[in-house]
């Protein structure tokens, strides 16, 4: 199948981007680089979270969330923030959103219909 990337709309305080995200059907969360994270003004939390990588070691990541729009199924995503290559996006979102990877054809598909939506009136700050 190869590596999947699905095009995705990200926001956070200080404006919006299209990005490339890598999909990792292995990663339980979904994870930005720190530098983007402050180009959008993703809000930080200053929580962390524990996870236990691929080599069984064990990681901690400030945890941030920012709207997240995909195939026009948009939502507040939970992201960790660290010093990533690449956007990812993890199970625990695509779940959320309705998502799965088809795996004859490696494209992001729906997996069922969209009804939970996050309240679009809602604007998160920076504190």
């Known amino acids: 199948m190869g590596h999947v990337y699905v095009d995705g709309l990200l926001e956070g305080s200080k ?3 299209k990005i490339s995200m890598f999909v ?11 530098k ?14 524990k996870v ?8 901690e990541y400030e945890v941030g969330f920012a709207y997240l729009e995909i195939l026009e199924r948009r939502t507040l995503a939970k992201i ?5 290559e690449e956007p ?3 199970v625990e979102t695509l779940e959320t959103m309705g ?3 088809d795996t004859v054809t490696g494209e992001v598909q729906p997996s069922r ?7 679009s009136g809602i604007r998160l700050k920076s504190p």
């Open 15 to 17: 404006g919006k981007k």
């Open 24 to 34: 990792d059907t292995g990663s339980t969360f979904t994870m930005m680089p720190y």
């Open 36 to 49: 983007l994270a402050e180009e959008l003004g993703i809000f930080r939390t200053h929580l962390t979270e």
């Open 52 to 59: 236990t990588l691929a080599d069984r070691r064990v990681a």
């Open 80 to 84: 960790l923030l660290g010093d990533f």
């Open 88 to 90: 990812i996006i993890g």
């Open 99 to 101: 998502l799965r990877v």
């Open 113 to 119: 219909g969209w009804t939970a939506r996050a309240p």
